[in-house]
């Protein structure tokens, strides 16, 4: 069972930066392709972007151009360095096996708050 650890959330500013990382247990990380999620209040969960194995990435229209997802799969390790951030990134932010596999446990998530 793979289990997941994110961090690296935080308030910060409109127009600031934040690097999330995500830790995952297990040895079948570096085989899986890997997501960031956000779900903000009163809001379903939702995709945001996906890197594969190989490290080719996808993005939803919402963040493209300003978040940066990759991987270490040496270490379990997922990140994604967010950028001119904005009110409407506000949400708390998790990591899982990309939307069309079968999803392991999700972890607690890390909030994110942009506000001045």
């Known amino acids: 069972q793979v289990q997941f650890v994110e961090s690296g959330g935080g308030l910060v500013q409109p127009g600031g930066s934040l690097r999330l990382s995500c830790v995952a247990s297990?040895?079948?990380?570096?085989?899986?392709?890997m997501a960031w999620y956000r779900q903000a209040p009163g809001n379903q969960r939702e995709w945001i972007a996906t890197?594969?194995?190989?490290?080719?990435?996808i993005y939803a229209d919402s963040v493209k151009g300003r978040f940066t997802i990759s991987r270490d799969n040496a270490k379990n390790m997922l990140y994604l360095q967010m950028s001119s951030l904005k009110s409407e990134d506000t949400a708390v932010y998790y990591c899982?096996?990309?939307?069309?596999?079968?999803?392991?446990?999700w972890g607690q998530g890390t909030q994110v708050t942009v506000s001045s």
């Open positions: 890197v594969t194995p190989g490290g080719s990435t």
């Open positions: 899982n096996r990309i939307p069309s596999t079968r999803w392991f446990p």
């Open positions: 297990g040895s079948s990380f570096s085989t899986n392709g």
